[in-house]
């Protein structure tokens, strides 16, 4: 370990809640988003235990809807939207690009107490009276007929909005402006990229469905009129507004993810990433192709047959990108030199799922099928493929690449392989049995159900206690291994990127002397610091070079 | 992060400080464009749907108090725009007095909304149980122009009137309307205004020390882009609001 | 059901078999794409498996043919699920003409049906097999969404205005329904059953069940007379309203030179917002209903109405276009 690093520059709780590092702010986002991902997990614990039986095993139908509605809530923008990001970006964009810090350090906290304060209001709202209205919030039912705590919930979440909007906001200008010597865009890092296009829709999406929470918080407050088809306003408006960030948001959830995986794939392959720049570009592109697609959640709602035309085309276009990169990772492993090590199960088990998450979705927005399927638990089957499956495993696996770099320390490897194998079959265990579920016609929220759906539910719930295992797992050996792991060094995989050319855990300022960057991503061929032999690529046993 | 004289620690330069700075600024600008759309898209969609009664909400706006405070908002952003090109080329004593104008712009802005807002909770005009469109011009002030009340009078009756094509008999439940979004819109601005009033209070706290320098002055830079930002979306509010039925 | 644990529910409306292939359709592409990816994950995995602690991959940093290859192979496949999905959707989106129209009022949390003789049913919805049936619905409080797995249909029911969908049941049997929008409290057991009957058997469902005292057209009737519609709206036309006489899916031609089809939600705007649309030749007289009318009286209202298509239509004194006439 080194002698002085930004764990130890510094002591006391002050020096922690009122620090402007961005390492430190991230190991505060990590202990707070944690906190909601397991508020969030224990809620969905809940909902798999009541389904159990068709008549629902163990609340009542209010207390069932303000589990799903609360495990919403926390999970999608308590967990899920800061995880990546706020986590694992703030730690490492800046070491990544060359930076001491990012732009805005003080933007940077102030973006976490927004987070705790946004979290606060939720959290009130779920402890006096709780909240039923679904995640989605649809009026007339939030505004006018839900009797729970629906606005410290609704403020909660615009105050939460403003955290995102300055994350993103501090991630773009720093990757703007504050790049190493000879560290130019096209050699930037796939997970800078992929942070890039997240900011722009945390940037351009949050502050419409800020709005459109705030206008729908004081239509409840004060009696208004803008979404109750009784006063004249129009439900469907406040779907259109909701949808425009909400859809974009997935994007949010998946991009960042979709940046670990692109740097766990090359260090583990040893080989540069096949196809830089369509994995860049499709980053891009989802971005911008997400924001047009938001009204594949309301074909159901009577929209007009040509818009719902259009919105299913735009749907299928923004599918390209994204098979365009999992093309690429898979084509990346061929003629690699594969390790087998914790992070690369979780970024293999990422493009399984995704994939299946993805190819799903083409179901969704095919038209005719979704007159079908739309709101019944295959939904909830796509999602959480996307979110769970893709979003989570790529945040678990990025945790445990950069762990050593956090930290400094190496976790349990055959202790975490194992974690990595029981989430992938958890996974799939939980959440296959739901696609079938819902082509037979589930339909989501439900707290009771008929009896012939039994057999899937219990399978699904059977499936959630492994998964549960495969989240509890890595919690406990990383928090172990942060006192008890092996001294990890600077580059143990060995990595290319510029976070592993410092110290592990980095100084305050990231570099002791700022670097110069003169070698392509992912190149191992001109880094003899790396130790690695070039020629030696493969192994006669496969030597068909 | 330590600061040396004005370059904070995670910048090797002034320059890419400034650079920082700004483009930060106009991000967030961005993010505001799109935070006050939603609210005018929903104002475009109910203006369609009821179009008489949103003209006959807008009629009852001071139209006089509406003109006032828009060249008053303009005229600070000139202010604005004078402080930063004084901080520009040094002169520092300038520098204060055009923050301390617009600052007394911006106040003034604000004391007349009150007085609008006044003006609407005394005339029924703020929505819910007691909201009633026809309150105003039954029940003028004596400061009322006899002949505005007249006017309104008259096109609250054609509005409800059978004889009138676009006849509305929800006039009052969809002027409510109206007049939610006319509270949210520039409540939301006015909210804007007074965060700008503080960063004003505090720019001319750190002129006041004379820090800003033809080198250093990016705080005003970017603070003016703010303001005029906000200028901006209230020269978008004022028609939307106060003019879209005058010409009648 | 097939099975102890079946894949796909009952196939019983036109719409069932479409639907059914094009999931089979899309499955198989996704089926192959996604094996394709997970065998070759799982044989690079292990034939370049690293041998040496200290060994390199080879450089390869891409190939523009390949990109090329999976940008448009995708997006062809792509295109052509749109494709048939977009044939499906707009087929369920045009209403077919001459179909049997029942009504459907969702509120927290239970369905009122009404049946075109005025039958009522709660939780319960009766239809004949072979014909095609088109539901309106409404709601009177939040959104509900009506939803058949077995006829593969779903509709949201919207506080405000109607959605109307249509389907034929093809296959004679008792089939779950659903609300499938989150409503509240009681959202899961906001459903019923679909029975689909033999046309014999529907007929005589419906003449042998007493329907007459809940006669939604002898309701409009006297709704009709209590407001006072019948002052205006006088059936020879010559009152200050124009006759109702056979207007039912006729054109009107309104006072702008257009005209207007009078289905259901033209019929219902013209009672809530009575001066939307005004019939050429008449003057904007009408007070509205709306808050005045449950969503049932305004069906009862539309029954009525429907009622009078038959009925003569007065030379004078009636909204519908000349062209149109009957």
Known sequence: MPRDHYLNASYGIRSWLLTTDHKRIALLYLISVTFFFFIGGIFATMIRIHLLTPAGALVTPETYNKLFT?????????????????VLGNFLIPPMIGAKDLAFPKINLLSWYIYIIGGCFVLYSFSTGGLDTGWTFYTPLSSIYSNSAVTPAVLGIFINGFSSILTGLNFIVTIHTMRAPGMTWFRLPLFAWAHYATSLVMILGTPVVAITLLLAGLERMFHLGFFNPAMGGDPILFQHLFWFYSHPAVYIMILPSMGVVSEIIPTFARKPIFGYHFIAASSIAIAVIGFLVWAHHM????????????????????????????????????????????????????????????????????LGLDIHIHDTYFVIAHFHYIMVGGAVMGYVGGLHYWWPKITGK????????????????????????????GYL?????????????????????????????GYLLPMAYLTWSMRYGKVAGPNPWPATGLEWKTDSPPPAENFHVTPVVDWEPYDYRNRPDLGLVAGASLTPAHGDD | MHRTGELYGQFQTLEQQKESATLGMWIFLVTEVLFFGGMFLTYTINRHEYFTAFGVGSNTLDIKLGTINTAVLILSSLTMAMAVWSAQVGKKALVTGFLIATLALGSVFLGIKVVEYKQKFDHHLVPGRNFDVWYHSEH???????????????????????????????????????????????????????????????????????????????????????????????????PLLYLIDRHR | M?????????????????????MVFITTISFLFASAITVAIVYFFFKFHRQQPNAVGVPIYGDMRLEYAWIIVPLILA????????????????????????????????????????????????????????????????????FVPAFRVKMDVVPGHYNTMWFRPTKPGRYHFFCSQYCGTNHAIMGGWVTVMEPTDYAAWLSGSSGAE?????????????????????????????????????????ADGTTVAADDAYIRESILEPNAKIVAGYQPLMPTFQGQLTEEQILALIAYIRSLESQPVPEKGAGIAPSARK
Not at chain 1, 74 to 84: D, H, K, R, Y
Not at chain 1, 340 to 357: E, N, S, V
Not at chain 2, 157 to 183: C, G, I, M, R
Not at chain 3, 232 to 237: E, I, L
């Open chain 3, 2 to 22: 097939q099975s102890q644990l079946p894949l796909y529910p009952p196939e019983a409306s036109n719409f069932a078999p479409h639907v059914d292939s094009l």
């Open chain 1, 441 to 469: 016609g589930m339909p989501r929220r439900y707290h009771s159900y008929p009896p012939e759906f039994q057999v899937l539910n219990v399978l699904s719930t059977a499936g959630a206690s492994v998964l549960a295992l």
């Open chain 2, 140 to 238: 003028p002030l004596p400061s009322d122009d006899p002949k505005e009340i007249a006017a309104e009078r008259e096109e609250l009756e054609k509005a409800t009137s059978s004889q009138n094509p676009k006849y509305d008999p929800d006039v009052n439940s969809h002027a409510q309307l109206y007049f939610s979004l006319y509270f949210a819109m520039t409540g939301l601005h006015a909210l804007h205004m007074i965060v700008g009033a503080g960063l004003l209070i505090w720019l001319i706290k750190v002129s006041l020390s004379a820090r800003f320098t033809p080198q250093y002055n990016n705080p005003v830079e970017i603070v003016g882009l703010y303001w005029h930002f906000v200028d901006i979306v209230w020269i978008y509010l004022f």
């Open chain 1, 410 to 437: 190496l976790y349990p490897e055959a202790l975490s392989r194992f974690a990595a194998i029981v989430l992938f079959i958890g996974f799939n265990l939980t959440f296959f049995p739901q696609f079938i579920l």
């Open chain 1, 299 to 366: 074909f159901v709602t009577g929209e007009s047959t040509y818009a719902a035309l259009a919105f299913s085309f735009l749907s299928y276009l923004v599918a390209i990108p994204s098979a365009v990169k999992v093309f690429n990772w898979t084509a990346s492993l061929y003629k690699g030199s594969i390790s087998w090590d914790a992070p690369m199960l979780y970024a293999l088990g990422f493009i399984g799922l995704f994939t299946i998450g993805g190819l799903t979705g083409l179901f969704l927005a095919c």
């Open chain 1, 70 to 86: 609360m495990h919403g809530v926390a999970m999608i923008f308590f967990f899920l939207i800061p995880s990546i990001p706020a």
């Open chain 3, 79 to 146: 295109l052509g699920m749109f494709s048939w999905g977009a044939v499906v959707y707009v087929d369920y989106r045009h209403n077919p003409p001459d179909t049997l129209d029942i009504y459907l009022i969702g509120k927290q949390w239970m369905w009122k049906v009404q049946q075109p003789n005025g039958l009522k049913e709660i939780n319960e919805l009766h239809v004949p097999v072979g014909r095609n049936v088109r539901l309106t619905l409404a709601s009177e409080d939040v959104i509900h969404d009506f």
């Open chain 3, 214 to 254: 809940a006669n939604p057209v002898a309701a409009g009737e006297k709704l009709f007379v209590e407001r006072a519609c019948v002052t205006c709206h006088v059936a020879n036309g010559t009152g200050r309203a124009p006759s109702l006489n056979g207007v039912y899916g006729a054109q009107v031609l309104l």
